[in-house]
Protein backbone atom coordinates (compact mmCIF):
# COMPACT_ATOMS: atom_id res chain seq x y z
CA UNK A 1 0.00 0.00 0.00
CA UNK A 2 1.57 3.09 -0.94
CA UNK A 3 1.68 5.71 1.70
CA UNK A 4 -0.27 9.13 1.25
CA UNK A 5 -0.10 13.13 2.82
CA UNK A 6 -3.99 13.96 2.96
CA UNK A 7 -4.31 17.71 2.37
CA UNK A 8 -7.48 19.14 3.95
CA UNK A 9 -9.61 22.05 2.70
CA UNK A 10 -12.55 23.25 4.48
CA UNK A 11 -14.51 21.09 2.73
CA UNK A 12 -13.46 18.22 4.84
CA UNK A 13 -15.44 19.85 7.68
CA UNK A 14 -18.12 20.67 6.28
CA UNK A 15 -19.72 17.47 6.85
CA UNK A 16 -19.24 18.21 10.98
CA UNK A 17 -21.13 21.68 10.47
CA UNK A 18 -17.88 24.11 9.84
CA UNK A 19 -18.56 26.69 7.65
CA UNK A 20 -16.54 26.63 4.28
CA UNK A 21 -14.65 29.45 3.20
CA UNK A 22 -17.36 31.08 1.11
CA UNK A 23 -19.86 31.23 4.34
CA UNK A 24 -17.30 32.15 7.08
CA UNK A 25 -17.40 36.01 6.73
CA UNK A 26 -21.35 36.35 7.36
CA UNK A 27 -20.88 33.64 10.33
CA UNK A 28 -18.65 35.43 11.50
CA UNK A 29 -20.21 38.77 11.94
CA UNK A 30 -23.37 37.66 12.84
CA UNK A 31 -21.10 35.58 15.47
CA UNK A 32 -19.87 38.93 16.42
CA UNK A 33 -23.06 40.75 17.05
CA UNK A 34 -24.36 37.62 18.52
CA UNK A 35 -21.73 36.40 21.18
CA UNK A 36 -21.11 40.65 21.86
CA UNK A 37 -17.79 40.24 23.78
CA UNK A 38 -16.39 42.78 26.41
CA UNK A 39 -13.11 42.59 24.54
CA UNK A 40 -15.22 43.79 20.96
CA UNK A 41 -18.14 45.17 22.26
CA UNK A 42 -16.31 48.66 22.59
CA UNK A 43 -15.30 49.11 18.88
CA UNK A 44 -18.82 48.06 17.52
CA UNK A 45 -20.18 51.14 19.57
CA UNK A 46 -20.74 54.82 16.78
CA UNK A 47 -19.27 57.64 17.74
CA UNK A 48 -15.83 56.18 19.69
CA UNK A 49 -12.45 57.62 18.66
CA UNK A 50 -14.76 59.73 16.26
CA UNK A 51 -16.06 57.02 13.44
CA UNK A 52 -19.89 57.81 13.71
CA UNK A 53 -20.62 53.53 12.30
CA UNK A 54 -17.90 52.27 15.21
CA UNK A 55 -14.31 51.92 14.38
CA UNK A 56 -15.02 48.20 13.22
CA UNK A 57 -17.39 48.76 10.65
CA UNK A 58 -15.11 51.93 9.59
CA UNK A 59 -12.49 49.16 9.18
CA UNK A 60 -14.80 46.78 6.88
CA UNK A 61 -15.80 49.78 4.65
CA UNK A 62 -12.10 50.73 3.90
CA UNK A 63 -10.68 47.41 3.38
CA UNK A 64 -14.17 46.03 1.46
CA UNK A 65 -16.40 49.13 0.25
CA UNK A 66 -18.61 46.63 -1.70
CA UNK A 67 -18.84 43.77 0.43
CA UNK A 68 -17.70 41.46 -1.53
CA UNK A 69 -14.29 39.99 -0.42
CA UNK A 70 -14.43 36.48 1.46
CA UNK A 71 -13.55 36.14 4.68
CA UNK A 72 -9.62 35.13 4.35
CA UNK A 73 -9.47 38.03 1.32
CA UNK A 74 -11.41 40.43 3.69
CA UNK A 75 -8.81 39.76 6.30
CA UNK A 76 -5.54 40.05 4.04
CA UNK A 77 -7.01 43.56 3.10
CA UNK A 78 -7.37 45.04 6.51
CA UNK A 79 -3.98 44.03 7.15
CA UNK A 80 -2.74 45.59 4.05
CA UNK A 81 -4.29 48.68 5.46
CA UNK A 82 -3.57 48.76 8.81
CA UNK A 83 -1.00 51.15 10.58
CA UNK A 84 1.73 50.06 12.17
CA UNK A 85 1.67 50.77 15.49
CA UNK A 86 -1.82 52.59 15.60
CA UNK A 87 -4.22 50.49 18.04
CA UNK A 88 -6.51 52.70 17.28
CA UNK A 89 -6.39 52.25 13.48
CA UNK A 90 -9.82 51.02 12.23
CA UNK A 91 -8.47 48.42 9.60
CA UNK A 92 -6.03 47.06 12.57
CA UNK A 93 -9.06 46.90 14.82
CA UNK A 94 -11.46 45.01 13.00
CA UNK A 95 -8.73 42.62 11.48
CA UNK A 96 -8.04 41.61 15.30
CA UNK A 97 -11.68 41.43 16.21
CA UNK A 98 -12.35 39.13 12.98
CA UNK A 99 -9.48 37.37 14.38
CA UNK A 100 -10.66 36.86 17.72
CA UNK A 101 -13.92 36.13 16.70
CA UNK A 102 -13.41 33.40 14.33
CA UNK A 103 -11.32 31.36 17.00
CA UNK A 104 -14.59 31.77 19.14
CA UNK A 105 -17.00 30.61 16.77
CA UNK A 106 -15.11 27.41 15.37
CA UNK A 107 -14.90 26.51 19.52
CA UNK A 108 -18.71 27.11 19.79
CA UNK A 109 -19.05 24.58 16.98
CA UNK A 110 -17.01 22.12 18.89
CA UNK A 111 -18.55 22.41 21.82
CA UNK A 112 -21.63 20.61 20.29
CA UNK A 113 -19.93 18.25 17.74
CA UNK A 114 -20.96 14.85 16.91
CA UNK A 115 -18.72 13.70 14.52
CA UNK A 116 -20.59 11.87 11.14
CA UNK A 117 -19.18 8.21 10.35
CA UNK A 118 -17.28 9.67 7.45
CA UNK A 119 -14.78 10.94 9.60
CA UNK A 120 -14.14 7.65 11.74
CA UNK A 121 -14.03 5.96 8.28
CA UNK A 122 -11.26 8.42 6.98
CA UNK A 123 -9.14 7.45 10.81
CA UNK A 124 -9.77 3.94 10.50
CA UNK A 125 -8.37 3.93 6.74
CA UNK A 126 -5.54 5.70 7.93
CA UNK A 127 -4.97 2.93 11.04
CA UNK A 128 -5.24 0.01 8.50
CA UNK A 129 -2.93 1.20 5.58
CA UNK A 130 0.74 2.20 6.31
CA UNK A 131 3.70 1.49 3.97
CA UNK A 132 6.04 -0.85 6.07
CA UNK A 133 4.88 1.39 9.53
CA UNK A 134 5.45 4.40 7.84
CA UNK A 135 2.21 6.38 8.57
CA UNK A 136 0.34 8.37 6.50
CA UNK A 137 0.53 12.35 7.28
CA UNK A 138 -2.30 15.10 7.21
CA UNK A 139 -1.47 18.47 6.30
CA UNK A 140 -4.66 20.16 7.49
CA UNK A 141 -4.96 23.96 6.06
CA UNK A 142 -8.28 24.09 8.78
CA UNK A 143 -8.51 26.18 11.83
CA UNK A 144 -10.83 23.65 13.11
CA UNK A 145 -9.62 20.28 15.37
CA UNK A 146 -11.49 17.69 13.23
CA UNK A 147 -8.88 15.43 11.83
CA UNK A 148 -7.81 15.60 15.55
CA UNK A 149 -10.41 14.51 17.05
CA UNK A 150 -11.24 11.97 14.13
CA UNK A 151 -7.55 10.55 14.83
CA UNK A 152 -8.82 10.02 18.74
CA UNK A 153 -11.97 8.36 17.71
CA UNK A 154 -10.02 5.52 16.24
CA UNK A 155 -7.32 5.51 19.34
CA UNK A 156 -4.63 7.20 16.69
CA UNK A 157 -1.37 8.83 18.01
CA UNK A 158 -0.54 11.88 16.59
CA UNK A 159 1.78 14.71 16.86
CA UNK A 160 1.66 18.30 15.29
CA UNK A 161 4.98 17.78 13.62
CA UNK A 162 6.59 14.51 12.28
CA UNK A 163 10.19 14.14 14.63
CA UNK A 164 7.88 11.24 16.01
CA UNK A 165 6.69 8.08 14.27
CA UNK A 166 3.46 9.25 15.03
CA UNK A 167 1.04 10.46 12.55
CA UNK A 168 1.73 13.91 11.52
CA UNK A 169 -0.37 16.51 11.77
CA UNK A 170 0.86 19.87 10.32
CA UNK A 171 -0.84 22.82 10.22
CA UNK A 172 0.75 25.72 8.24
CA UNK A 173 -2.59 28.06 8.85
CA UNK A 174 -2.29 27.59 12.71
CA UNK A 175 -4.95 26.09 14.58
CA UNK A 176 -7.49 27.53 17.13
CA UNK A 177 -5.70 25.79 20.23
CA UNK A 178 -2.30 27.14 19.36
CA UNK A 179 -0.52 29.88 21.37
CA UNK A 180 1.76 32.37 20.16
CA UNK A 181 3.04 33.86 23.19
CA UNK A 182 6.65 32.56 22.59
CA UNK A 183 6.67 34.71 19.24
CA UNK A 184 5.76 37.44 21.44
CA UNK A 185 8.09 36.90 24.04
CA UNK A 186 5.68 36.15 27.19
CA UNK A 187 6.47 32.99 29.30
CA UNK A 188 3.14 31.37 30.47
CA UNK A 189 2.02 31.10 34.11
CA UNK A 190 1.38 27.49 33.26
CA UNK A 191 4.22 24.86 32.46
CA UNK A 192 0.98 22.65 30.55
CA UNK A 193 1.71 24.59 27.26
CA UNK A 194 4.34 22.72 24.91
CA UNK A 195 6.03 23.68 21.51
CA UNK A 196 4.24 21.57 18.14
CA UNK A 197 7.59 20.58 17.28
CA UNK A 198 11.28 21.20 19.06
CA UNK A 199 12.28 25.17 18.68
CA UNK A 200 8.91 25.87 17.20
CA UNK A 201 7.57 29.55 19.03
CA UNK A 202 4.00 27.77 18.71
CA UNK A 203 2.37 25.90 21.75
CA UNK A 204 -0.35 23.72 22.58
CA UNK A 205 -1.66 22.20 25.70
CA UNK A 206 -0.71 18.31 24.44
CA UNK A 207 -2.78 16.95 27.80
CA UNK A 208 -5.78 18.51 26.97
CA UNK A 209 -5.57 19.75 23.16
CA UNK A 210 -9.60 19.46 22.90
CA UNK A 211 -10.26 22.82 25.28
CA UNK A 212 -10.29 25.89 24.36
CA UNK A 213 -7.09 27.40 26.49
CA UNK A 214 -8.25 31.17 25.60
CA UNK A 215 -12.36 30.62 26.23
CA UNK A 216 -12.64 33.00 28.70
CA UNK A 217 -11.13 35.91 26.41
CA UNK A 218 -8.26 36.41 28.46
CA UNK A 219 -5.24 36.38 25.62
CA UNK A 220 -7.49 34.98 23.26
CA UNK A 221 -5.31 37.79 20.73
CA UNK A 222 -2.65 34.64 21.15
CA UNK A 223 -4.46 32.22 19.53
CA UNK A 224 -2.19 31.42 16.36
CA UNK A 225 -4.71 31.75 13.49
CA UNK A 226 -2.68 32.59 10.20
CA UNK A 227 -3.88 33.76 7.16
CA UNK A 228 -2.78 33.28 3.35
CA UNK A 229 -0.04 35.65 2.69
CA UNK A 230 0.46 36.93 6.16
CA UNK A 231 3.78 37.88 6.80
CA UNK A 232 3.84 37.59 10.91
CA UNK A 233 5.65 34.76 12.90
CA UNK A 234 7.57 34.47 9.08
CA UNK A 235 10.12 31.77 10.43
CA UNK A 236 7.64 29.60 12.50
CA UNK A 237 5.23 29.54 9.73
CA UNK A 238 8.14 28.78 7.01
CA UNK A 239 9.42 25.86 9.66
CA UNK A 240 5.85 24.24 9.01
CA UNK A 241 5.73 24.81 5.55
CA UNK A 242 9.21 23.09 5.42
CA UNK A 243 7.73 20.19 7.07
CA UNK A 244 4.89 19.68 4.70
CA UNK A 245 6.95 19.87 2.09
CA UNK A 246 8.99 16.96 3.39
CA UNK A 247 5.77 15.14 4.36
CA UNK A 248 4.84 15.41 0.77
CA UNK A 249 8.14 14.09 -0.66
CA UNK A 250 8.83 11.23 1.76
CA UNK A 251 5.28 9.53 0.99
CA UNK A 252 4.65 8.19 -2.79
CA UNK A 253 0.43 9.45 -3.04
CA UNK A 254 -0.66 13.28 -2.41
CA UNK A 255 -4.37 13.34 -2.02
CA UNK A 256 -6.59 16.64 -1.73
CA UNK A 257 -10.01 16.49 -0.12
CA UNK A 258 -12.22 19.57 0.18
CA UNK A 259 -9.58 21.94 -0.82
CA UNK A 260 -10.56 24.78 -3.12
CA UNK A 261 -6.67 25.77 -4.23
CA UNK A 262 -7.57 29.52 -3.98
CA UNK A 263 -5.94 31.68 -5.95
CA UNK A 264 -5.49 34.08 -3.30
CA UNK A 265 -3.31 31.68 -1.48
CA UNK A 266 -0.76 31.10 -4.10
CA UNK A 267 2.53 30.69 -2.12
CA UNK A 268 0.36 27.41 -0.53
CA UNK A 269 0.10 26.58 -4.28
CA UNK A 270 3.49 27.09 -4.63
CA UNK A 271 4.67 25.00 -2.30
CA UNK A 272 2.54 22.22 -3.61
CA UNK A 273 3.38 22.09 -6.53
CA UNK A 274 7.20 21.94 -6.09
CA UNK A 275 6.94 19.47 -3.26
CA UNK A 276 4.17 17.10 -5.31
CA UNK A 277 5.73 17.68 -8.86
CA UNK A 278 5.75 13.79 -10.37
CA UNK A 279 3.89 12.36 -8.01
CA UNK A 280 0.11 10.60 -8.36
CA UNK A 281 -2.13 13.40 -6.99
CA UNK A 282 -6.14 12.67 -6.48
CA UNK A 283 -8.21 15.78 -5.96
CA UNK A 284 -11.77 15.47 -4.34
CA UNK A 285 -14.01 18.56 -4.49
CA UNK A 286 -17.42 18.92 -5.11
CA UNK A 287 -16.91 21.29 -8.11
CA UNK A 288 -15.77 20.60 -12.00
CA UNK A 289 -14.21 24.54 -11.87
CA UNK A 290 -11.88 23.50 -9.15
CA UNK A 291 -10.74 20.66 -10.41
CA UNK A 292 -9.90 21.89 -13.47
CA UNK A 293 -7.77 24.36 -11.97
CA UNK A 294 -5.88 21.56 -9.68
CA UNK A 295 -4.90 20.29 -13.69
CA UNK A 296 -4.09 23.63 -14.39
CA UNK A 297 -2.11 24.15 -11.24
CA UNK A 298 -0.49 20.94 -10.73
CA UNK A 299 -0.71 18.81 -13.63
CA UNK A 300 -2.16 15.43 -14.32
CA UNK A 301 -4.19 13.73 -11.68
CA UNK A 302 -5.56 10.55 -10.91
CA UNK A 303 -9.07 11.42 -10.15
CA UNK A 304 -11.32 12.76 -13.53
CA UNK A 305 -14.38 13.58 -11.61
CA UNK A 306 -16.15 15.64 -8.78
CA UNK A 307 -16.32 13.86 -5.73
CA UNK A 308 -17.55 14.84 -2.07
CA UNK A 309 -15.50 14.07 1.03
CA UNK A 310 -18.00 11.66 2.26
CA UNK A 311 -18.29 9.76 -1.37
CA UNK A 312 -14.84 9.88 -1.47
CA UNK A 313 -12.99 5.87 -0.97
CA UNK A 314 -11.07 7.72 2.37
CA UNK A 315 -14.85 8.90 3.90
CA UNK A 316 -16.65 5.60 2.74
CA UNK A 317 -16.48 2.24 4.81
CA UNK A 318 -13.87 0.17 4.06
CA UNK A 319 -13.84 -3.70 3.49
CA UNK A 320 -10.30 -5.07 5.39
CA UNK A 321 -10.85 -8.56 3.46
Known sequence: MSSKTFILGAGFSALARFPLVRNLRAEALSWIKTEKHPSWEPHLKPGVHGYPEGQFCAGLKVADPRGTLGFEELLIALR?????????DPSGVTFRVLRDACGRLLWHRHSSLVLPEAYRNFASWLREHHDNGKPNAIVSLNWDLVAEIALKSCGIPWRYNSATPLVPVLKPHGSINWSRHVQQG???????????????????????????????????????????????????????????????????????IGYSLPAYDSEASRWFRRSAAGKPIEVYVRSRNTLEHYRQTLGELVTNDTVSFESCPYGKAFDLR
Open 186 to 256: LVPVSSDWQPIAPGSPYCYIADDPFSDPFGAGTNQHLRHLIFPGNSEDENGVTRIWAEVADAIREREVVVF
Open 80 to 88: GGSSAGNRW
